[in-house]
């Protein structure tokens, strides 16, 4: 899965629309659009802020794995 599909799911997992994730990246609807449809590439700056967001891993939102959090991330017993 390339991350363009992770943003999206993410986004609409939790009802948020284009324009509401475009304002927390400082862009407009359009320009989140851009992202998203791939006529635009994300840029680091904003691939951390969606992964704090989120709450998830560079490495989820990008598809280098399905886990979602980091070993690091994760609550030990």
Do not use: W
């Not at 304002?23 to 449809?37: A, C, D, M």
């Not at 891993?57 to 690091?72: E, F, M, P, V």
């Amino acid at each position: 899965m390339d991350y363009r599909t992770r943003m999206r799911s993410l986004r609409e997992d939790r009802d948020l629309t284009q324009a509401q994730v475009g304002k927390l990246l400082n862009k407009s609807q359009q320009g989140y659009n851009h992202i998203e449809s791939g006529r635009a590439e994300l840029k680091i700056e904003d691939l951390i802020k969606l992964c704090d967001f989120y709450n998830v891993s560079a490495d989820y939102l990008i598809g280098r794995t399905d886990q979602a959090k980091s070993q690091s991330d994760r609550k030990r017993p």
